[in-house]
């Protein structure tokens, strides 16, 4: 088992598994992707959700991209990432708005802007124009791991605090008078400074 | 034809209540990066009010045109298309005809392709079913809300960082976003004053 | 020179038609579903609207047709179309609330407000979709707010307002939301907008 584990170690795709959920987790380090996950991320429904739809986007993009990556012309690089981050982000609506359509209700404008979520263009620009498609489809998948992980804790805190309940299903009593605070912008943004403050005095990560 | 105190309601509604920073959270990347100082803050601000509004009026005409070609679902990225190409262009007539303010705030153009906002107002006029003249009046004060945040609270950070002994692990971001938490209890006391929708 | 060109042209049509085929092939699949999925809710919330059972219903289309009938206005008034569907059995009436006659405080507040077949008591409300606060104008979607409208008439006016409904005893008169005067309001004037506007239409049916 030992042994199993200490070769783990030298496996590049366990490598880039383990920086891309912790070492290069975006919200901490980079504090990439939040635009879209403050404002949505007051359900947990919504965050799973969403996490699941940055993550799809993020791993067919970056698979994408890896796969014509020496075909690319430097000069359009950018235009070439948004219009296949485009192309798979309408895609993931049209079946999100034919699956679950209560849930696309309520995301609305808010799946359009995974286009512009930093996390899924970092990763093009970053990796997945450098590596072939099996590693990146791997950082891909962590990337939007992380986000996912980070999105499902903000949404646990601020739904029990502001509905009493969890995906729906109440948890706190009659008696509990709701923090609706946190179900609205500045509950997002409280929440989401103390979540930094305490992973970088975990990871004893700090910034100057 | 759009009223002026509709067209006055829709701009004071996305800069305020409605406004696009602190109450429906968009743009928070630049916001957070560029934060640190107030001259920075200013230029970035003045840059994205100018590509926002640019680009929602060109997003508009062309949005017309996939509503009556019937392929409205390609909006995402002919939008996205338009806003790249229309920044590339404005980078390259500001480094032709207006070299000063290229060095101004022109390193800032390349990175507002990316920036939420400039998406978000154009994703924002399809919802609401807006105008012409409304876009670009809705465009704008969105723009300037935003602005107006990323000053707010590069002032407050970097007096802050000046006189304030933060614990370490809330230098940087932590702090900037219980800043901006504040200040979006502060904007919700404008809630009421007007409406993104306006009843006409 | 001319490689670099041949190149930049593979990587065109590549981008091109894999761009093109996953957005066709995305909207062959999903289309349908889609259009489906909204005239379902919809003839759901309506059936819904008037009591029936939907849980051993297998062609909800056929059931729908068979128990609700769908009036078009009339001629003169195709610039603005409205529905009604009345229940063929009860005779109570379903008529629709969107943007079109107002909306909430943070976006439309779209659903069906069925009146009884004296065209002024109400039956039921039920609302489809809505972006209010989550906590306090969501509220609005409650079953408890949305029960305490059930009986309330509409003549001449529907009134949510705290402080008057609970001194008053007229029928017209709802408790609004506590916390959510705004939304209250917004929801009242639209469901105000929406009654006068199908009443005219109604009477000359």
Same mark, same amino acid.
């Given at each position: ?208 | ?16 209540? /409605?406004? +696009?920073? #602190?109450?429906? $959270?968009?743009?928070? %990347?630049?916001?957070? *990066?560029? @934060?640190?100082?107030?001259? =920075? ?63 101004? /705030?022109? +390193?800032? #153009?390349?990175? $507002?392709?990316?920036? %939420?906002?400039?998406? *978000?107002? @154009?994703?924002?006029?399809? =919802? ?70 306006? $009843?006409? | ?205």
């Amino acid at each position: 088992m030992k042994k199993f584990l200490i070769r783990l170690n030298y496996q590049k795709w366990y490598n880039v598994l383990r920086d891309g959920i912790a070492r290069n987790n975006p919200i901490v380090v980079t504090v990439l992707g939040i635009c879209s996950s403050l404002a949505v991320a007051n359900m947990v429904e919504n965050a799973i959700a969403m996490g699941i739809g940055v993550t799809l986007v993020t791993m067919l993009s970056s698979a994408f991209i890896a796969l014509i990556r020496n075909l690319i012309p430097s000069q359009v690089r950018m235009v070439t990432y948004m219009v296949v981050i485009s192309t798979f982000t309408i895609v993931f609506e049209m079946f999100l708005k034919a699956l679950t359509p209560d849930i696309a209700e309520r995301l609305g404008a808010y799946v359009g802007l995974i286009i512009t979520n930093c996390i899924v263009m970092g990763r093009a620009e970053a990796f997945a124009v450098k590596n072939p498609v099996r590693y990146s489809t791997i950082d891909a998948f962590a990337s939007g791991m992380g986000y996912t992980f980070v999105l499902i804790m903000m949404s646990l805190i601020r739904e029990l605090l502001s509905n009493g309940s969890i995906l729906n299903f109440q948890f706190l009593g009659e008696n509990w008078i709701n923090w609706t605070i946190f179900a609205i912008a500045p509950g997002g943004f409280f929440i989401i400074s103390l979540f930094i403050w305490g992973l970088r005095v975990w990871l004893k990560y700090y910034e100057e | 034809m759009v009223s002026i105190t509709v067209l006055f309601e829709i701009f004071i509604a996305s800069l305020l209540p /409605f406004n +696009i920073a #602190l109450a429906s $959270i968009l743009g928070m %990347c630049p916001l957070i *990066a560029i @934060s640190t100082n107030v001259t =920075n803050a200013k230029g970035m601000g003045l840059a994205v009010v100018l590509v926002t509004t640019l680009t929602a009026a060109i997003n508009w005409p062309i949005y017309e045109f996939l509503k009556w070609s019937g392929t409205d679902t390609l909006d995402l990225l002919v939008f996205m298309i338009t806003i790249a190409a229309s920044v590339q262009f404005l980078e390259l007539a500001m480094q032709k005809f207006l070299p000063s303010l290229y060095t101004a /705030f022109g +390193i800032y #153009l390349p990175l $507002i392709t990316v920036n %939420c906002i400039v998406l *978000a107002v @154009s994703l924002f006029f399809v =919802n609401y079913d807006y105008g012409f003249l409304e876009t670009v009046v809705f465009a704008l004060g969105s723009s300037l809300g935003w602005a107006f945040a990323i000053v707010l609270l590069s002032g407050i950070r970097e007096k802050l960082s000046v006189i304030a002994d933060l614990p370490r692990g809330l230098k940087g971001k932590a702090i900037a976003f219980v800043l901006l938490g504040i200040l979006a209890l502060a904007f919700i006391g404008f809630s009421g004053i007007a409406r993104v929708d306006p $009843i006409q | 020179m001319n490689k670099v060109y041949s190149k930049m042209l593979v990587f065109v049509l590549i981008m091109g038609s894999s761009a093109g085929l996953m957005l066709v092939g995305g909207d062959l699949l999903t289309g349908n579903q889609i259009e489906i999925n909204q005239i379902n809710l919809k003839q759901r919330t309506i059936l819904q609207s008037h009591d029936y059972d939907l849980a051993s219903v297998t062609d909800l289309a056929s059931y729908y047709g068979e128990k609700i009938e769908v009036i078009e206005a009339p001629e003169s008034y195709r610039d603005l179309p409205v529905y009604f569907y009345r229940d063929r059995e009860s005779e109570d009436i379903t008529i629709a609330f969107d943007k079109r006659f107002g909306s909430g405080v943070w976006g439309p507040i779209v659903g069906y407000l069925t009146l009884e077949s004296d065209f002024m008591t109400i039956k039921s409300v039920a609302i489809i979709s809505q972006k209010e606060t989550p906590g306090l104008g969501a509220k609005v979607t409650t079953a408890v707010f949305l029960n305490s409208l059930v009986g309330k008439q509409m003549e001449p006016r529907l009134v949510i307002d705290k402080i008057q409904a609970e001194t008053i005893e007229d029928l017209n008169y709802v408790t609004s939301i506590i916390g959510a005067t705004r939304t209250s309001v917004a929801f009242q004037n639209l469901l105000n907008t929406t009654y006068a506007y199908h009443q005219t239409i109604w009477e000359v049916l």
